[in-house]
Structures are given as C-alpha cells and as structure tokens.
C-alpha cells in the first residue's frame, strides 16, 4: 500500500524537477517555432554547458561566474552553428531534413571529439546547495528547489524578451511569416541566430546547473535531449505553453511511476503517453490551448 506522504513527496520531486525539464525543452520548441530546426544537437549543447561551468569554476574558483559564463559561451555557439551551418541550407526544398542532419552530425562530432580530447572520465560538480529541509513530512533539497527557480526565472526572462521587447516582436513576426517580416524590414537570418543563440543559452544553462545531478562526460546530453523531445511532441512542436505544460505533467507522472517501477521502466510509460497523445492530437496539447 502506497501511503499519500509518499505521493506527495514524487509530486512534489516531479514539480521541480519539471522546472528544469522545462528550460531544456523549451529552447527545443523555441527553435522549431521560430527556425524550422529539430536540433539534434541540443543535447551536445546541454553538455557544452556542463564542461564550461565545470572549467570555468576550476579557473575562476567562482560559481557566479561559471553559470554565466556557461550561458554565454553556448549563447555564442549556438549563434554560430545557426550562421554558419544551418543558414546555408536555407531554401532547400527538403530543409527540415537536411537541418536535421546537419545538427545530429555536429552533435557526433562533438561528443566523439570531447571523447578523444577529454577522455569518457565523468566529472563531478560541486553542489550548489547542501541543505535539506522537511516541510510538513515531505523532503525538499535546497539545491532543487534553487536549480527551480533559476529555471523559472530565466524562462521568464526570455518570454519578458519575446513578448515586451521590439527584438521579440521580430522574433514573433518571423515565426508566424518570415516574408512578411522581410517586407517589414526585419531581417529574419539574424532573428534565427538569436533565437538559435537563446534555445542554446537555455540548454547550456540547464546543463551547468543539473551537472551535480548528472556528472559531466561526452554522451551526458542524450537523456536530457531525449526526455526534452518526449515533452515537446506532447507539448506540440513550435508551442512553448504545450511544451511547459507538458514538462510538469510528464515530469510528475514519472516521478509517481517510479513508486512502482524502475526509472528505465518509466521512460517507456513517458514513450507510450507520447504515442497515445500523437495519435489523439498531432499537434500535441499546445494545439488545444492554443486553439
């Protein structure tokens, strides 16, 4: 018999850690919505991140500064994988297909050559936060509920961006039809670059700050990644409230799976909803709330 303090500590687990689900697979949809790109390399990005903060924190010995500078280093990487990979193939008739593997391409090339460079030695980072606390008989750690609010907080940075800012503006104008913002002036190659830039900046944060849960090594990206698209063809490609949406409730219904079964077990349950809600809904639940 499963006892209610139980279920509430996985739903409680499951919040959290949905919040941070969120910030990897919000920047996958983002870049759908926006670019047309499934970004294979999403994963690499979220362990570009990983190695960033974790040298960046042996160089500067400051952990401030290697969140940040993880951010932006991806920032930057991203921008040039959208510049200088994916634009060129703009205008093709099977674009989508070529993007994509173009990005699965780039993201073998960096994790074998992180492999060959850095070896597979997994790296472990410091915790953020030691501290437990038992609220009302359920177990918070200090470090989650602090690596959830960094997720919230810079995905609200981001809508503030998009939706009360002119670069925003753009960014929606291009999403909704890249021509017409061209005829209005906006120049929709740059818009792509930042919005590839920002989806990157999301996966080297989340990378960074989910490095003590995870570790740091070559192939660490493919299960965040893999989770991330899982949540996005739920959410609905291209919808970001259908994406955070659909983070929480999967992030909560794995979190309750595993009283009963094993977290590999439980990745089949994630498959399976997958499945269930294409079939009903190809767009996903973002196509009802945004119906």
């Known amino acids: 018999?499963?006892?209610?303090?139980?279920?509430?500590?996985q739903v409680v687990n499951g919040l959290l850690f949905g919040g941070q689900l969120a910030l990897i697979a919000v920047g996958l949809t983002l870049i759908w919505g926006v670019a047309r790109v499934l970004n294979f390399a999403h994963g690499?990005?979220?362990?570009?991140?990983?190695?960033?903060?974790?040298?960046?924190?042996?160089?500067?010995?400051?952990?401030?500064?290697?969140?940040?500078?993880?951010?932006v280093v991806v920032f930057v990487v991203g921008w040039l994988i959208e510049s200088v990979f994916v634009e060129p193939l703009r205008g093709r008739e099977e674009f989508d297909i070529a993007s994509m593997v173009i990005t699965l391409g780039l993201a073998i090339f960096v994790e074998n050559t992180l492999l060959v460079g850095l070896g597979s030695q997994r790296r472990t980072f410091p915790q953020l936060l030691d501290a437990v606390w038992n609220v009302g008989g359920i177990t918070i750690s200090a470090q989650r509920?602090?690596?959830?609010?960094?997720?919230?907080t810079a995905l609200g940075a981001l809508f503030a961006v998009i939706f009360y800012t002119k670069l925003g503006?753009?960014?929606?104008?291009?999403?909704?039809?890249?021509?017409?913002?061209?005829?209005?002036?906006?120049?929709?190659?740059?818009?792509?670059?930042?919005?590839?830039?920002?989806?990157?900046?999301?996966?080297?944060?989340?990378?960074?700050?989910?490095?003590?849960?995870?570790?740091?090594?070559?192939?660490?990206?493919?299960?965040?990644?893999?989770?991330?698209?899982?949540?996005?063809?739920v959410g609905g490609l291209g919808s970001v409230r259908g994406t955070l949406v659909a983070a929480l409730a999967l992030a909560v219904i794995r979190s309750i799976t595993t009283i009963w079964v094993a977290s590999e077990t439980a990745m089949v349950v994630l498959f399976v909803i997958m499945v269930a809600?294409?079939?009903v809904a190809p767009d996903g639940i973002g196509g009802w709330l945004e119906a």
């Open 44 to 71: 690499a990005l979220f362990m570009i991140g990983g190695y960033v903060g974790f040298f960046g924190l042996q160089w500067t010995g400051n952990l401030v500064v290697a969140i940040v500078l993880a951010t």
């Open 169 to 233: 503006l753009a960014v929606r104008a291009v999403s909704q039809d890249s021509d017409t913002a061209l005829l209005m002036g906006v120049r929709p190659e740059r818009v792509y670059a930042f919005t590839f830039g920002g989806s990157a900046a999301l996966a080297g944060l989340a990378g960074v700050l989910l490095a003590p849960l995870y570790t740091i090594y070559p192939s660490v990206g493919w299960s965040p990644f893999l989770l991330a698209f899982i949540v996005v063809m």
């Open 1 to 9: 018999m499963v006892s209610g303090s139980l279920v509430a500590q």
């Open 145 to 152: 509920l602090l690596i959830f609010l960094i997720s919230v």
């Open 277 to 279: 809600v294409l079939v």
